[in-house]
């Protein structure tokens, strides 16, 4: 089965870009990898603050 994942385009400042570099090349993933996981964390460190997002499918919903 496919995996669906949106796309979009990110801006970083240079030394968050290179801070992030190093460390998906200390952790053994690609960039991309080190970026969706380190946004995953942050959600997840949200959700035990705040409580879980509810999604309805409008918000799945990608234009």
Do not use: C, W
């Amino acid at each position: 089965m496919a995996v669906v994942k949106t796309q979009f385009t990110l801006r970083l400042e240079p030394a968050d870009h290179a801070k992030i570099k190093i460390i998906a090349k200390n952790e053994n993933r690609s960039m991309t990898n080190m970026i969706e996981t380190l946004i995953k964390n942050a959600i997840k460190q949200y959700e035990n603050k705040n409580g879980e997002i509810e999604l309805t499918d409008e918000d799945l919903f990608i234009e």
